[in-house]
């Protein structure tokens, strides 16, 4: 439910997937990866054409979530601190967007991740160490 809200603050085309109608085949929804346990492990949703912000995006939903890729995308605005809450993030990719504002401090929460890229956006600050 909380992707579907996501996506419903967006403007995509490729999207179609997503749809309250469709939760028992979350699996299977355009750019999502699940674990074994059946909850959302990964989000690649790189180059599809969105456009909008990670406001409305619920970071608390997904507590298991090890890949975030949304490169090569019009995502606006500011990174929510909320970001932090993805504890289990291994990858993150917010490459190639228009995000702009301060890096949020909280993103030196994400103690596991081993891939970081902010490139090509109009960030501004230092990434915590």
Known sequence: EALVKW?????????????????????????????????VSEINLSDANLTGTLAQFSFNSFPNLTRFDLSFNDLSESIPS???????????????????????????????????????????GTIPY
């Open 7 to 39: 996506k419903n603050s967006l403007s995509s085309s490729s999207l179609n997937s997503w749809s309250l109608t469709n939760l028992v085949s979350l699996c299977n929804w355009t750019g999502i990866v699940c674990n074994t346990a059946g909850t």
């Open 82 to 124: 909320t970001i932090g809450n993805l504890s289990k993030l291994t990858f993150l990719d917010l490459s190639n967007n228009l995000l702009d504002s301060n890096i949020p401090l909280e993103i030196g929460l994400l103690t596991e991740l081993q891939y970081l890229s902010f490139y090509n956006n109009s960030l501004n």
